[in-house]
């Protein structure tokens, strides 16, 4: 191995939330592979992996993009970085990074690279905006926040120095690799980088709540179908009692087609019509609650789920509210949610436009998924 290493360590999974922060997706992804790219799309040339028994088949699994290896990690933070540096031969820069905060970008990574290769060392880190006070018994000591800061990662160095520093340091000492760089006699670089606060460790189910909020993903959708006699009317699930219903290849539920194209939209998997298209017979009368199911099925298929739907029906007749939380029910179930999950909304456009004068009806919908 040569030029700039990445090493990800990936030893310290933790099920404290209820599950491994490690492996369960964020919106699609999870911790180990968004840590990856961030590391990858910095500038790292190659990776070492560093895992533990409960990651290494994910880890082993992946597909990397550049070449890489996997080592086992080690009972504590700093055995396992020593056990991936022990696998490299030869190294010009090495980055060292927390699977665990998997939201850092790769603007930081490539800055710490850049200062690794300036000044020997980058070392990522936040400035302290809080107060910050000392506790000693019934003692408050307030401390300087000027001189503080919180140390995060990637932690970058020229591969020599931190070498040296892991071969003559005590492990047992230190929890992070600037610590051990600094006993060697180096002096660390500090990066500090604006607007990097969400580098943060999952460690919390606060974190883990940023870290969805991050990376939800979001899709629009809209439908339209024209009134006609001689049709069921079906909104959301639901049959209406009406004089007239929806024109369309299939039960024409034009709330949940808007809300299918949203799931799709925000899922990057096409469209309702490209999916079940109206030429196809086998979609003739089709029900659309199992259509959206089919789609709830492929977007879970690619490791997201929905949050959260908003949609609304534009009509001028019939009213929608005695109905709505019926609609709630049967689209939640489709979708794996809580009723309260989902909004839906209705208004009309005054008489004016196709929906005011009887003509068909319309809806949009946004939805959200993680």
């Known amino acids: 191995m040569s030029g700039t290493i990445g090493i990800l360590l990936c030893a310290g999974g933790s099920t404290r939330m209820g599950f491994d922060k490690l492996l369960t ?6 911790a180990i592979e968004r840590s990856l790219e961030a590391l990858i799309s910095g500038g790292a040339d190659e990776i070492v992996f560093a895992v533990s028994p409960s990651t290494r088949a994910f880890v082993e699994g992946l597909s990397c993009p550049v070449p890489h290896a996997i080592v086992e990690g080690g009972q504590t933070r700093a055995e396992s970085v020593k056990h991936a540096l022990d696998s490299i031969a030869r190294a010009d820069i090495v ?11 790769p603007e930081t990574v490539r800055e710490s690279i850049a200062s690794a290769r300036e000044f020997g060392s980058g070392v990522v880190a936040g400035k302290v905006t809080d107060t910050i006070v000392q506790l000693d018994g019934s003692r408050v000591t307030p401390l300087d926040r000027s001189r503080l800061i919180r140390m995060q990662t990637p932690q970058t160095f020229r591969f020599e120095r931190i070498k040296h520093a892991f071969e003559s340091g005590d492990l047992s000492a230190v929890t992070d690799d600037c610590a051990l760089y600094i006993a060697a006699g ?7 980088t604006e607007g990097e606060a969400a580098n943060q460790k999952l460690t919390t ?33 639901v049959e209406i009692p009406f ?17 299918i194209d949203s799931l799709l939209g925000a ?17 003739k009368g089709a029900d659309s609650i199992a259509l959206l199911q089919d789609v709830v099925r492929r977007i879970e298929e690619n490791r997201l789920r929905v949050s959260h739907v908003d949609a609304t029906i534009i009509c001028e007749r019939p009213k929608i509210k005695p109905h709505a939380s019926a609609m709630q029910s049967r689209l939640a179930n489709a979708m ?13 456009t005054e ?19 993680i």
């Open 205 to 237: 189910g606060a974190d883990w709540q940023l870290a969805l909020a991050s990376y939800a993903r979001f899709g629009i959708g809209y439908d339209t179908h024209r009134l006609v006699e001689g049709r069921k009317l079906i909104l959301g699930g």
């Open 243 to 259: 004089e007239k219903g929806l024109l369309g290849h299939s039960d024409a539920d034009v709330l949940t087609h808007a809300i």
């Open 351 to 369: 008489g004016m436009n196709d929906e005011g004068r009887g003509l068909c009806i319309s809806a949009s919908a946004i939805a959200s998924l």
């Open 95 to 105: 980055a060292i990074h927390d699977a665990a905060r998997c939201m850092v970008s």
């Open 25 to 30: 997706p964020i919106a699609g992804k999870t």
């Open 336 to 348: 794996h949610i809580s009723p309260e999950n989902v909004s839906i909304k209705a208004t009309t």
């Open 267 to 283: 899922a990057g998997l096409g469209d309702i019509g490209r999916l079940f298209p109206d030429t196809d017979a086998a979609y």
């Open 186 to 192: 180096y002096e660390p670089k500090f990066v500090f």
